[in-house]
T-cell receptor, first 110, second 113 residues
Framework: LAKTTQPISMDSYEGQEVNITCSHN???????ITWYQQFPSQGPRFIIQ???TKVTNEVASLFIPADRKSSTLSLPRVSLSDTAVYYC???????????FGAGTRLAVHP | KAGVTQTPRYLIKTRGQQVTLSCSPI?????VSWYQQTPGQGLQFLFE???????NKGNFPGRFSGRQFSNSRSEMNVSTLELGDSALYLC????????????FGPGTRLLVL
Protein backbone atom coordinates (compact mmCIF):
# COMPACT_ATOMS: atom_id res chain seq x y z
CA LEU A 1 0.00 0.00 0.00
CA ALA A 2 1.50 3.32 -1.04
CA LYS A 3 2.53 5.58 1.80
CA THR A 4 1.54 9.23 1.62
CA THR A 5 3.38 12.30 2.87
CA GLN A 6 1.67 15.63 3.35
CA PRO A 7 2.45 18.76 5.37
CA ILE A 8 1.51 18.57 9.03
CA SER A 9 -0.10 21.98 9.06
CA MET A 10 -0.92 24.99 6.88
CA ASP A 11 -2.27 28.45 7.53
CA SER A 12 -4.34 30.59 5.22
CA TYR A 13 -6.71 33.54 5.23
CA GLU A 14 -10.31 33.84 4.20
CA GLY A 15 -10.79 34.23 0.48
CA GLN A 16 -7.45 32.74 -0.50
CA GLU A 17 -6.87 29.62 -2.54
CA VAL A 18 -5.25 26.77 -0.62
CA ASN A 19 -3.21 24.03 -2.24
CA ILE A 20 -2.25 20.95 -0.23
CA THR A 21 0.24 18.64 -1.89
CA CYS A 22 0.50 14.96 -1.10
CA SER A 23 3.44 12.79 -2.09
CA HIS A 24 2.90 9.11 -2.93
CA ASN A 25 5.98 7.80 -4.72
CA UNK A 26 4.97 4.14 -4.61
CA UNK A 27 1.45 4.46 -5.92
CA UNK A 28 0.24 1.31 -7.67
CA UNK A 29 -1.16 1.26 -11.19
CA UNK A 30 -4.75 0.69 -10.08
CA UNK A 31 -4.72 3.01 -7.03
CA UNK A 32 -7.06 5.96 -6.89
CA ILE A 33 -6.22 9.07 -4.86
CA THR A 34 -8.86 10.18 -2.38
CA TRP A 35 -9.11 13.17 -0.05
CA TYR A 36 -11.19 13.39 3.09
CA GLN A 37 -11.92 16.32 5.40
CA GLN A 38 -12.46 15.98 9.12
CA PHE A 39 -13.76 18.46 11.67
CA PRO A 40 -13.12 17.90 15.39
CA SER A 41 -15.18 15.09 16.90
CA GLN A 42 -16.84 14.26 13.59
CA GLY A 43 -16.33 11.50 11.05
CA PRO A 44 -14.22 12.19 7.95
CA ARG A 45 -16.11 13.51 4.95
CA PHE A 46 -15.27 12.57 1.36
CA ILE A 47 -14.06 15.55 -0.68
CA ILE A 48 -12.78 14.28 -4.00
CA GLN A 49 -11.26 11.29 -5.76
CA UNK A 50 -9.22 11.00 -8.91
CA UNK A 51 -6.97 8.73 -10.96
CA UNK A 52 -5.10 11.07 -13.29
CA THR A 53 -5.04 14.64 -14.68
CA LYS A 54 -7.60 16.91 -13.10
CA VAL A 55 -10.87 16.35 -11.30
CA THR A 56 -13.18 19.13 -10.16
CA ASN A 57 -16.35 19.14 -8.13
CA GLU A 58 -18.38 21.81 -6.35
CA VAL A 59 -16.01 21.79 -3.37
CA ALA A 60 -12.46 21.30 -4.66
CA SER A 61 -10.13 20.40 -7.49
CA LEU A 62 -7.60 17.60 -7.57
CA PHE A 63 -4.54 17.87 -9.77
CA ILE A 64 -2.57 14.72 -10.55
CA PRO A 65 0.58 14.89 -12.74
CA ALA A 66 1.31 12.28 -15.37
CA ASP A 67 3.66 10.25 -13.15
CA ARG A 68 0.99 10.18 -10.37
CA LYS A 69 3.68 10.33 -7.69
CA SER A 70 2.00 13.32 -6.10
CA SER A 71 -1.33 15.08 -6.08
CA THR A 72 -2.57 18.51 -5.07
CA LEU A 73 -5.88 19.32 -3.47
CA SER A 74 -6.99 22.84 -4.30
CA LEU A 75 -9.60 24.64 -2.21
CA PRO A 76 -10.77 27.87 -3.87
CA ARG A 77 -11.55 30.92 -1.73
CA VAL A 78 -11.44 29.26 1.67
CA SER A 79 -13.60 30.40 4.56
CA LEU A 80 -13.29 29.95 8.31
CA SER A 81 -15.45 26.84 8.04
CA ASP A 82 -12.75 25.13 5.97
CA THR A 83 -10.58 24.89 9.08
CA ALA A 84 -10.17 21.13 9.42
CA VAL A 85 -7.79 18.21 8.97
CA TYR A 86 -7.36 17.02 5.38
CA TYR A 87 -6.31 13.46 4.64
CA CYS A 88 -4.79 12.17 1.44
CA UNK A 89 -5.28 8.43 0.85
CA UNK A 90 -4.01 6.20 -1.91
CA UNK A 91 -5.81 2.98 -2.73
CA UNK A 92 -7.05 0.79 0.06
CA UNK A 93 -5.58 -2.24 1.78
CA UNK A 94 -8.22 -4.59 0.42
CA UNK A 95 -11.94 -4.54 1.16
CA UNK A 96 -12.39 -0.91 2.07
CA UNK A 97 -9.54 -0.79 4.59
CA UNK A 98 -8.54 2.85 4.48
CA UNK A 99 -5.10 3.77 5.78
CA PHE A 100 -5.11 7.27 7.22
CA GLY A 101 -1.91 9.19 7.83
CA ALA A 102 -1.57 12.16 10.13
CA GLY A 103 -3.27 14.50 7.67
CA THR A 104 -2.77 18.23 7.16
CA ARG A 105 -4.24 20.56 9.74
CA LEU A 106 -5.49 23.63 7.87
CA ALA A 107 -6.21 26.77 9.85
CA VAL A 108 -8.07 29.56 8.08
CA HIS A 109 -7.75 32.98 9.70
CA PRO A 110 -10.03 36.00 9.33
CA LYS B 1 -31.29 9.63 1.97
CA ALA B 2 -30.36 9.31 5.63
CA GLY B 3 -26.68 9.18 6.50
CA VAL B 4 -24.78 6.74 8.66
CA THR B 5 -26.04 6.73 12.23
CA GLN B 6 -24.21 5.58 15.32
CA THR B 7 -25.52 4.98 18.80
CA PRO B 8 -24.87 5.93 21.45
CA ARG B 9 -23.03 9.17 20.73
CA TYR B 10 -21.33 9.29 24.12
CA LEU B 11 -20.53 6.61 26.63
CA ILE B 12 -18.69 6.42 29.92
CA LYS B 13 -17.52 3.05 31.22
CA THR B 14 -15.10 1.81 33.84
CA ARG B 15 -12.13 -0.48 33.37
CA GLY B 16 -13.05 -4.14 33.03
CA GLN B 17 -16.53 -3.50 31.71
CA GLN B 18 -17.64 -4.30 28.19
CA VAL B 19 -19.37 -2.07 25.68
CA THR B 20 -21.41 -2.51 22.50
CA LEU B 21 -21.62 0.18 19.86
CA SER B 22 -24.10 0.23 17.01
CA CYS B 23 -23.91 1.47 13.44
CA SER B 24 -26.69 1.76 10.87
CA PRO B 25 -25.36 2.20 7.34
CA ILE B 26 -26.84 4.19 4.50
CA UNK B 27 -29.75 2.35 2.95
CA UNK B 28 -28.52 -0.01 0.25
CA UNK B 29 -24.96 -0.16 1.55
CA UNK B 30 -23.76 -3.63 2.43
CA UNK B 31 -20.29 -2.83 3.74
CA VAL B 32 -19.60 -1.44 7.19
CA SER B 33 -16.11 -0.60 8.42
CA TRP B 34 -15.08 0.40 11.92
CA TYR B 35 -12.26 2.76 12.92
CA GLN B 36 -10.76 3.92 16.20
CA GLN B 37 -9.47 7.47 16.48
CA THR B 38 -7.20 8.62 19.29
CA PRO B 39 -4.96 11.69 19.55
CA GLY B 40 -1.87 9.51 19.73
CA GLN B 41 -2.55 6.91 17.05
CA GLY B 42 -4.86 8.77 14.72
CA LEU B 43 -7.46 6.91 12.67
CA GLN B 44 -6.93 3.16 12.71
CA PHE B 45 -8.92 0.48 10.91
CA LEU B 46 -10.58 -2.12 13.14
CA PHE B 47 -12.52 -4.39 10.77
CA GLU B 48 -14.89 -4.48 7.81
CA UNK B 49 -18.07 -6.49 7.33
CA UNK B 50 -19.87 -7.26 4.09
CA UNK B 51 -23.02 -9.34 3.89
CA UNK B 52 -22.60 -10.51 7.48
CA UNK B 53 -19.02 -11.70 6.90
CA UNK B 54 -15.84 -10.14 8.20
CA UNK B 55 -13.66 -9.53 5.15
CA ASN B 56 -10.82 -7.53 6.63
CA LYS B 57 -9.34 -6.99 10.04
CA GLY B 58 -6.92 -4.51 11.51
CA ASN B 59 -4.24 -5.03 14.10
CA PHE B 60 -6.29 -4.94 17.30
CA PRO B 61 -6.50 -7.46 20.13
CA GLY B 62 -9.26 -10.05 20.30
CA ARG B 63 -11.11 -7.92 22.87
CA PHE B 64 -12.40 -5.99 19.87
CA SER B 65 -15.04 -7.88 17.92
CA GLY B 66 -17.90 -7.11 15.64
CA ARG B 67 -20.79 -8.52 13.73
CA GLN B 68 -23.19 -7.55 11.00
CA PHE B 69 -26.85 -8.37 10.72
CA SER B 70 -28.87 -9.29 7.66
CA ASN B 71 -30.12 -5.69 7.35
CA SER B 72 -26.45 -4.54 7.19
CA ARG B 73 -26.57 -2.91 10.61
CA SER B 74 -23.39 -3.60 12.53
CA GLU B 75 -22.27 -3.73 16.11
CA MET B 76 -18.84 -3.72 17.62
CA ASN B 77 -18.04 -4.97 21.07
CA VAL B 78 -15.09 -4.26 23.31
CA SER B 79 -14.66 -6.53 26.29
CA THR B 80 -12.57 -5.98 29.39
CA LEU B 81 -12.19 -2.27 28.74
CA GLU B 82 -8.83 -0.58 29.34
CA LEU B 83 -8.08 3.10 29.83
CA GLY B 84 -6.42 3.14 26.41
CA ASP B 85 -9.69 2.19 24.74
CA SER B 86 -10.94 5.73 25.30
CA ALA B 87 -11.42 7.00 21.78
CA LEU B 88 -13.79 8.14 19.09
CA TYR B 89 -15.17 5.06 17.34
CA LEU B 90 -16.28 5.67 13.79
CA CYS B 91 -18.11 3.50 11.36
CA UNK B 92 -18.28 3.96 7.61
CA UNK B 93 -20.53 2.42 5.03
CA UNK B 94 -20.28 1.81 1.30
CA UNK B 95 -21.59 -0.54 -1.37
CA UNK B 96 -18.66 -2.86 -0.78
CA UNK B 97 -16.57 -2.41 -3.90
CA UNK B 98 -12.94 -1.39 -3.71
CA UNK B 99 -11.73 2.19 -3.59
CA UNK B 100 -15.18 3.70 -3.41
CA UNK B 101 -16.38 6.58 -1.29
CA UNK B 102 -16.72 5.71 2.37
CA UNK B 103 -19.48 7.53 4.23
CA PHE B 104 -18.65 8.03 7.89
CA GLY B 105 -21.01 8.38 10.79
CA PRO B 106 -20.65 10.99 13.56
CA GLY B 107 -18.89 8.52 15.86
CA THR B 108 -19.31 7.28 19.41
CA ARG B 109 -17.13 8.96 22.00
CA LEU B 110 -16.11 6.35 24.58
CA LEU B 111 -14.47 7.36 27.84
CA VAL B 112 -13.06 4.62 30.04
CA LEU B 113 -12.44 5.59 33.67
Amino acid sequence: LAKTTQPISMDSYEGQEVNITCSHNNIATNDYITWYQQFPSQGPRFIIQGYKTKVTNEVASLFIPADRKSSTLSLPRVSLSDTAVYYCLVGDDGYNKLIFGAGTRLAVHP
Amino acid sequence: KAGVTQTPRYLIKTRGQQVTLSCSPISGHRSVSWYQQTPGQGLQFLFEYFSETQRNKGNFPGRFSGRQFSNSRSEMNVSTLELGDSALYLCASSHGQGQETQYFGPGTRLLVL
